[in-house]
């Protein structure tokens, strides 16, 4: 059971736009950063959003991060083929004293 | 270009030991807090330990709390993790990653290895 739960799966149509959740507490998303990775089949995970919603030179501006109170989403827009991978939420949590990470969501394009 | 190469992966029985390793470059090592991050087979990530750059701050998960051990060595631009008393629970795949930060208490994970296999079995 993950400490941040996110939907196991989604999925979009090329151009669409989708949402994935990340759901937390206060002692994680509502008092840290939201940080979301993209894990491609059978690759190292890769740093997409930063700081709730600050995107890593390279990471294109389709994919955009958002908190609210003790959540947050990742928003992908104009989905891409190249967009079907695994991604993760993950924030510091403070009565863990250390890193949470969502279970993951299951990006399929159709 | 910031490099980040896992060894010492492999099949062990349970209650042994292992020693991973991860050969930095590219980048000030001693700039940044490190860490170990796992993955079972077909499941989400898990982080184990982090530390900070001058190994004055250090966090586990408590899955692995007392059993595993994180260590850096600046000099040789390497991460470690000592893994004692293994458990068929930890089979997974072990992912070094670099900080942003020099802390530990961040989730910001700018790069990653490729990962070592690690497999606890009879």
């Known amino acids: 059971q993950s400490v941040l739960t996110q939907p196991p799966s989604a999925s979009g149509t090329p151009g669409q736009r989708v949402t994935i959740s990340c759901s937390g507490s206060?002692?994680?998303?509502?008092?840290?950063?939201v940080y979301w990775y993209q894990q491609l089949p059978g690759t190292a995970p890769k740093l997409l959003i930063y700081r709730n919603n600050q995107r890593p030179s390279g990471v294109p501006d389709r994919f955009s991060g958002s908190k609210s109170g003790t959540s947050a989403s990742l928003a992908i827009s104009g989905l891409r083929s190249e967009d079907e991978a695994d991604y993760y939420c993950a924030a510091w949590d403070d009565s863990l004293s250390g890193p949470a990470f969502g279970g993951g969501t299951k990006l399929t394009v159709l | 270009e910031v490099q980040l190469v896992e060894s010492g992966g492999g099949l062990v029985q349970p209650g042994r030991s292992l020693r991973l390793s991860c050969a930095a470059s590219g980048f000030t090592f001693d700039d940044y807090a490190m860490h170990w991050v796992r993955q079972a087979p077909g499941k989400g990530l898990e982080w184990v330990s982090g530390i900070s750059w001058n190994s004055g701050s250090i966090g586990y998960a408590d899955s692995v709390k007392g059993r595993f051990t994180i260590s850096r060595d600046n000099a040789k631009n390497s991460l470690y993790l000592q893994m004692n008393s293994l458990r068929a629970e930890d089979t997974a795949l072990y992912y070094c990653a670099k900080d942003k930060t020099d802390i530990v208490a961040t989730t910001h994970f700018d790069y990653w290895g490729q990962g070592t296999l690690v497999t606890v079995s009879s």
């Open positions: 206060s002692s994680n998303i509502g008092s840290n950063y």
